[in-house]
């Protein structure tokens, strides 16, 4: 009986703990919101989003529905003034004019007078044009200097049209040359890295259920409840240690010493597996129970990696096309709007502050996420359901390992579920190896895919 309260206990705090982190984030992203009207003018203006620049980008190179859509680049302001231009330049008048209007009523974020005046006579030079092709220009140079410098690739495409420009003109159309060919050199890398991988499951699949393979994870009844336990420690520590570190951070401008000190925030919160140790657990056992461990060689780590990498971009393209749909139901989210702040920061950092993004994504995340995540937390389902069907409990511990672990990330609802995919393809090497090391390799290498094709894409 007692046993059976203390597992009810850690499941309840399982779904608690994740939900106060994601509340915490909430609360922040409010918290910001909510800007007084005397401050206000002390605020950095509000930064146009890399991924909103390459989106613009390449409807304005490839056409399509994309413009059809209620906010074809998003819902943040900048957004909005970014479709505006689009829209006008596509002689959406009505439609450039109501997502201008959006940015401007906008509480949080909304565009500086000067920058909204600029795209207003943008919007009006692209309707004048429409009609009377010979009518000169009426925007200023001023107002062209801020539309370039704030709205960028936005700015230069409308100003060479608006001219006719044709050095510039000339200019950005290489320019969209280099990134088509940058999207169909990553198109054709998925597409390929994902058939492959969704091979493997078919594969793993039948062979597991011709017995061929089998599942490494073993019980262990030492382990049962303490491998729950260590993960919500590790949580504990962590939001502790992140609350500490923002209270000491005087600028709220990321830079690499920031970087580096989460990297060393994000291994000290490993401190909390001595909570396996001190509840009595052998350093063996918790290695064993939670896949901190790798034999056979670097030739089969570099294949377990692989399949790993592989089987995780299908069923990361299935969550895609989950949160696509999910798009079209929830009201207020739109999915333009996700993307994670190392992205946000990649376009404008400098060499020290770009080699600390890449070690936090390639090396650091993958190493503590999937300890936590596909060694603790996944390792804490399977031995919790070890009596159900077997395939029955590696569902269920993939399905709850990966939704908290996407759920806590700060891409947004409609994320969770590609996330979600993404943590899936690492737990079937979890499960088939015993080991999260072939996961964190994958996961690395995966991250430095995504943050050098943002590099190029915004090159």
Known sequence: MVQSRHNALIWLLLVLLPALWIGIGVAHDAQLEEVPNDQVDEMPPPLLSPITSIQGRLIFLMGGEALSEPDPLGTRPMSQLAAAILLAQA???DEAQEQFSKACAATYDAPEPDLANAVHAVIEAFALKKHSPAEPVAVTSEQWSILESRLEWFGQMAKAQLTGDANATQELDARSGALLLTILAAGGWFLMAGL??????????WLAFTGRITSSIHAD??????????FLVWMIL???LRWAASALLVSDEPDAMQMWLSVVLSFASLASLAWARWRGVTWSSLRKAA???FSGGLLRLAGLSSISYATALPCMAVGVAIGQFLSTILEGQNFQDMSHPVQEMLPSAGLPLLIALFFVATVAAPIVEEIVFRGLLYGHVRQQTWKWPKWLSIMAAMLFSATLFAAIHPQGVLAVPALAGVSIGFCITREWSGSVVPGMVAHGFHNGVLLALNLLLNA
């Open 291 to 293: 896949g901190i461990q």
């Open 221 to 230: 009844r030492s382990v049962r409840a303490v491998l729950g336990e260590t």
């Open 91 to 93: 002689h959406h008048a």
């Open 238 to 240: 962590f939001l502790g």
């Open 196 to 205: 492959a991988g969704l091979v493997c499951i078919v594969v793993l699949g």
